[in-house]
């Protein structure tokens, strides 16, 4: 009953270290997606992937990276850390098509010093 | 450009009384879908209800209700009998298609809305 997993679940960066946050799903859904959570600002959109193969850009690309090899993975590169990207990373998947339900995981907290 | 506004930031309530969150949405869709996800104090977001444009039924599941009323652009969220465990922010969204072939969907989220329920 995994659903969507990601790790670490907590982790702290000096500034210009790099970092990748995993992300798998077991339900086979072709649409994954990341986003970050900040005080008083919702969700926002990183980056998405639509399947393997095949990524894009969402609301807050800069300063991350990503790729999709496969359809269960979704890992998210931070390339060179800054404090601006402290925040609550979520992972998401859902079928494909507009309206389907998103599921997310469970939440990566980070911190950059 | 989509929108969702939750005016209420905060709210307090003691058990059992009944509390409704607010969600306001602007979108130039025409079919368009709305949820309401709950991230509780450990920090996971759990999907609620799934709402389509085309369907203005009011929902009920258990002690949880939603209002959905296309003329106001509205999709709130009753509590009823309220319970400490119901103490979590609730946020609402709206979704948007993404990628070709409309092959994706986005979430455009409010800013959520913080319940305490207390003893």
């Known amino acids: 009953n995994a659903g969507v997993t990601q790790t670490p679940k907590f982790q702290v960066l000096k500034t210009g270290q790099s970092m990748t946050l995993q992300c798998a799903q077991d339900m086979n859904h072709e649409y994954m997606s990341w986003y970050r959570q900040d005080p008083g600002m919702g969700l926002r959109l990183i980056h998405y992937?639509?399947?393997?193969?095949?990524?894009d850009q969402g609301e807050v690309p800069n300063g991350y990276n990503v790729s999709r090899s496969t359809t269960e993975d979704f890992p998210l590169r931070l390339l060179s850390a800054a404090p601006s990207q402290t925040s609550v990373y979520f992972c998401?998947?859902?079928?494909?098509?507009?309206?389907?339900?998103?599921?997310f995981g469970e939440g990566s907290w980070l911190t950059v010093v | 450009a989509q929108k969702v506004t939750q005016a209420q930031t905060e709210i307090s309530v003691v058990e059992k009384e009944d509390v409704t969150l607010d969600c306001v949405y602007e979108t130039r869709d025409t079919t368009y879908y709305l949820f309401w996800y709950k991230q509780p104090p450990s920090g996971e977001l759990g999907f609620l209800i799934r709402?389509?444009?085309?369907?203005?039924q009011n929902e009920i599941s258990g002690r949880y209700s939603w209002n959905f009323q296309k003329s106001t652009s509205s999709f709130n969220f009753t509590i009823t009998a309220s319970q400490v465990v119901d103490s979590a922010v609730y946020f609402c969204?709206?979704?948007?298609?993404?990628?070709?072939?409309?092959?994706?969907?986005?979430?455009?989220f409010g800013e959520g809305t913080q319940l305490t329920v207390n003893p």
């Open positions: 709402r389509n444009s085309f369907d203005e």
């Open positions: 992937s639509v399947g393997a193969g095949i990524t």
């Open positions: 969204a709206l979704s948007e298609a993404v990628g070709k072939e409309t092959s994706g969907s986005r979430l455009t």
């Open positions: 998401a998947s859902s079928y494909s098509g507009v309206g389907n339900t998103i599921y």
